[in-house]
């Protein structure tokens, strides 16, 4: 149906440590693994019903050498405690807006690009004047980039979050709110933060079509998003009878297993001479 993700090796992948030694090994292993280019970003794509591209979220993936795919999940948590997020954001957005400029040369799209950033990374005001160095590096036009907050930190200084989301917004670059719905505060963004797109959390997607319940918050979530002139995307789709139910509520981006696993860039160059694009107005 399509290519799998998690090309090469696959062993057990090590967990992050506990001891404080061993913590301090796992953190050179993350260092030399970005130094390295072991660490490199993936690319999932985000569509409209039809499966039309609309663009495409970049996920990090490190196939270590010696230890397998280390999944996001096993060393983000563990960079955020130690420090290191900010690296690894800055990484993987200059190495993501580097090969996806290449990829809108060679298929003339205008296609949209986000990005995941750590809570407590994007509120440092500094997280503003590295990104707009990055953009102009790398010539990556900003009203395509999309930010995606993801909340596994508390957003505990909502005015620096603000500050730093207004000048997003100045330069061009979107908001978008990951895993709408699951932590407390989510309602609290949508009032105070310039937000475009909020992303539907794919724990509700997955038994919509059989939880009545999973498929009321998403029907009082998309609504909820409309009524505030935002757009949904629905993540986690694995099967057309999700689409269909979002659909119906008129959700619309989606994104899943359904369509298509994150990939490698060079995977991604074959892909997308497969595809069809949303047509976008102009930048
Ligand atoms: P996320 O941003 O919520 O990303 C969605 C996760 O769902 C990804 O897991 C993706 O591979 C997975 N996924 C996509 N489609 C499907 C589907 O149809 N079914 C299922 N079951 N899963 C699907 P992944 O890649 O393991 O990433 C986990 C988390 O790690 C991400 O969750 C994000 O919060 C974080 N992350 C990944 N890359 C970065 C990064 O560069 N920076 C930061 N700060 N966080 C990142
Ligand atoms: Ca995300
Ligand atoms: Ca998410
Ligand atoms: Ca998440």
């Given at each position: 149906r399509h290519s799998g993700e998690e090309s090469g090796i696959q062993s057990e992948p090590m967990l992050p440590p506990k001891s404080l030694s061993e913590r301090e090994k796992y953190l050179f292993m993350i260092r030399r693994g970005l130094e390295e280019g072991q660490i490199r970003p993936h690319y999932q794509p985000i569509m409209n019903k039809s499966g039309d591209v609309y663009g495409f979220e970049v996920l990090v993936r490190w196939p270590h050498p010696e230890r397998g795919v280390i999944p996001p999940n096993q060393f983000i948590p563990f960079a955020e405690e130690e420090g290191l997020i900010d690296e690894i954001d800055q990484y993987v957005a200059e190495y993501a807006c580097r090969e996806m400029k290449s990829l809108i040369d060679q298929t003339g799209q205008n296609f949209m690009l986000t990005i995941n950033v750590s809570a407590n990374h994007i509120t440092k005001r500094h997280f503003i004047e590295k990104l707009k160095r990055t953009l102009e590096k790398t010539?990556?036009?900003?009203?395509l980039l999309a930010v995606e907050l993801t909340e596994t930190t508390l957003l505990n200084d909502m005015d620096d979050a603000i500050y730093v989301m207004d000048r997003l917004r100045e330069l061009g670059v979107q908001l978008w709110i990951d895993?709408?719905?699951?932590?407390?505060s989510s309602l609290n963004y949508l009032k105070k933060l310039p937000v475009d797109v909020v992303k539907l959390d794919g724990s509700f997607v997955r038994e919509i079509h059989q939880e009545m319940v999973d498929r009321m918050i998403c029907e009082s979530i998309v609504r909820l998003a409309h009524n505030l002139n935002l757009q949904v995307v629905a993540e986690g789709i694995e099967d057309e009878s999700q689409l269909n139910v979002l659909s119906q509520m008129d959700c619309e981006w989606y994104q899943g297993y359904y369509y298509q696993k994150p990939i490698h860039f060079n995977e991604l160059q074959n892909y997308v001479q497969t595809v069809n694009w949303v047509k976008r107005k102009g930048l």
């Open positions: 010539g990556f036009p900003p009203s895993d709408f719905g699951t932590v407390y």
